[in-house]
């Protein structure tokens, strides 16, 4: 690995499921919204590059990386607004992911448009390659906490051939202040576009990592789908801090994470 992380990396948290946020307006919640990006002096506009503008809100910093050698790629996560913002141009750069329930690029499915808010961060245009692994580095120390939604996680329909033509799948893991594996969960199988099928199609999956001690210092998101272009990673709500609405798996049971709190060294 050639690059070491440093104590001033970030770390994210898993848990296996879709989680419901008691709201995205919680403090401690970074949904990417109006007053968050103002607070932190990101301009609000599609495709607006996010680097470490909320290191001093929220405590975390965000880059692209190689999932291999850890080294940094000559692209950033980028700002997207809600709605469609596609130009008619191919690759469209502009948007994150296609809502199959809407017929139109990066709206929620009905019951999730308060999660997902009016803004949110991706890697690339669903119509790309994929350019490397969404790094979350912590910049106040290693926390023993921390939460984030993949949104989408579907398969690419041809629609003309009524064929899935590839999978996605993320694999969420937490990195020591080497960069070494702490802990890692994968992401259920998107194999469809179908709202029925699929309970992630336009919606959001929450992974957590809660730990006994303080000792992560960076998530990362792989992808390992077997889709070789338009896997689209859109990315929202990141906290280190456990809220009540945290702990309500939707559809798999309760996450109890009572008398947990943050934790910094």
Known sequence: MSTKLTKGIVALTLSAGMIGFASTANADVLGFEAGQLGAAGVTAVNNAPITDQF????????????????????????????????????????????????????????????????????????????????????????????????????????????????TEQWRVVALDSDGFELDAIVSPVGDTPDPIANPYESAPWTWTFDHADADIFAVRIDFIGTRVAGAGLGFDNFSTVPTPGVATLLGLGALTLTKRRRKTA
């Not at 690029?105 to 245009?125: C, H, V």
């Open 55 to 166: 290191a001093a809100t929220f405590g975390v910093a965000f880059s692209i990386v190689d999932p291999f050698t850890m080294e940094t790629r000559n692209t950033l996560p980028l700002l997207t607004q809600v709605g469609p913002n596609f130009d008619g141009t191919y690759p469209n750069h502009d948007d994150g992911f296609l809502s199959q329930i809407n017929d139109t690029f990066d709206e929620a499915r009905p019951g999730f448009e308060e999660e997902l808010g009016e803004w949110f961060l991706r890697t690339k245009s669903p119509m790309d390659a994929n350019p490397g692994s969404l790094l979350m580095s912590m910049t106040d120390g290693p926390v023993d906490f921390v939460t984030g939604q993949i949104w989408d996680i579907d398969g690419n329909l041809a629609e003309s051939a009524g064929a899935a033509i590839g």
